[in-house]
């Protein structure tokens, strides 16, 4: 049976980069090894993280004055390393979401944390508009799109300090003016690739900016990474792989633009379904909606429904639909490589509810 996968991550990807990757662990570049067996210095490979850092540059369009790193630890890791790096004295933040309290809570381990706004207290079913950043602050951090509850940020904050956005779940699904951000970082396994790698995209002048007399450990120190070309230690080399060959079928695909034309299509499939129907409703607010993230619930609690929804959709093949706990009901992510044709199906399951 044809599964239709909406997980939140890791995500769906295309099939043809699927049978790429298949064949690359087979063998790599005719060198007659696997990819999981080559040398990360090989010419080969050398040529493997070239190609990813321009395609990201290339999709984003970001200029010379960026370096493009391939780190490891996830997002999760940009939560401290950035502070590490950056906050001497004061931070400012908004906490938007599950991500950005994790953000903010490791970055109160190096200063002091202004939350500039929350949108907490309606369960961060919103994005908190028209705050003043301060000048004094080392820098800005915000969360582009809250994956767990399905909001996303539609424009960004003129900002007289440093701009860091965590883009993990909407990197490359949109057109966005990247060159306004100072740093920006993603984890891989929403839009990008497979888990095991990071995307962190900083203005050359951020070295600038690291604490003085702070002790950065080597791996946490960007620089060193930007002047080893990513290869300081060894890099994930098969999801650096996976990363270049989805990058390449995005930007087969119509790039970023193309991209965001995919995603409005498929979301205003199915938040139109949602809104149409008597038994569901969104939860974010309406002018906030993520296209990547869908989040919705029963209108009524009802098990019985609850139950005869789940087994529909199961029946047809839809996967990975459960919301976050904190959320509950259901989420539908839509990443760039979902076809509209899962939509569809989901529509379909919706719609017989109607
Ligand atoms: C998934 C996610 C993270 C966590 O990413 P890891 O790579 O698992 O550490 C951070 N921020 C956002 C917005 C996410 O969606």
Redesign the pocket.
Known sequence: MLIHNFSA?PSILAPSVLDQSAAAIREFAGMGLSILEVSHRSAQFEAVVEETQSLIRELTGLDHSYDVLLLQG???TQFFQIPHNFLGTMAAYTKTGT?ASEAIKEAKGYGEVRVLASSEDRNFSYIPKGYQIPEEADYFHC?S???IFGTQMKSFPDCPVPLIC?M??DIFSRSLDFNKFDFIYA?A??NMGP?GV?AVMLKKSMYERKVKGRHIPTMLDYEVHAKKGSMHNTPPVFAILVSMLNLRWVKENGGVAGMEKRNKEKSELLYNAIDKSSWFKGTAAVEDRSPMNACFVFQDENPDAEKKFENACAEAGISGIKGHRSVGGYRASMYNALPLESVQALVSVIETFA
């Open positions: 991550g996830g997002a999760s991500w969360t799109n809250n994956t965590d993990s779940s984890g396994q929403k888990a990071t």
